[in-house]
């Protein structure tokens, strides 16, 4: 059984940066592929940013290309998000989720194992 423990988040102004980290335990980390969702109130989960096991190949939601980056710690068993020029609408519970299967995936149902989430809110 993997756990996966979000932490990071919290208040940032419009146009400031956050970084959130994802510990994982009780699996071969390097195994994993890795991914970060987002929920908005109201609104469905959506996709952001996914990393391959050896962090050789990343991909991103439209609405965060340029902006997030992703990537990953084998030896920590960490898997992060640098987020910059944050917007409001990027406020959101982040979560970050592990797919046992091979090759990146973008489908929230593709993912085994989640996090319990980390509140990010971009305010002024």
């Known amino acids: 059984q993997v756990q996966l423990v979000e932490s990071g988040g919290g208040l940032v102004q419009p146009g400031g940066s956050l970084r959130l980290s994802c510990a994982a335990s009780?699996?071969?980390?390097?195994?994993?592929?890795m991914g970060w969702f987002r929920q908005a109130p109201g609104k469905e989960r959506e996709f952001v940013a996914a990393?391959?096991?050896?962090?050789?190949?990343?991909y991103y939601a439209d609405s965060v290309k340029g902006r997030f980056t992703i990537s990953r710690d084998n030896g920590k068993n960490t898997v992060y998000l640098e987020m910059n020029s944050l917007k409001p609408e990027d406020t959101a519970v982040y979560y970050c989720?592990?797919?046992?299967?091979?090759?990146?995936?973008?489908?929230?149902?593709?993912?085994?194992?989640w996090g319990q989430g980390t509140q990010v809110t971009v305010s002024s």
């Open positions: 989720a592990a797919d046992t299967s091979p090759g990146i995936a973008i489908r929230g149902h593709e993912y085994d194992y």
């Open positions: 009780g699996g071969t980390f390097s195994r994993y592929e």
């Open positions: 990393i391959s096991r050896s962090g050789g190949a990343t």
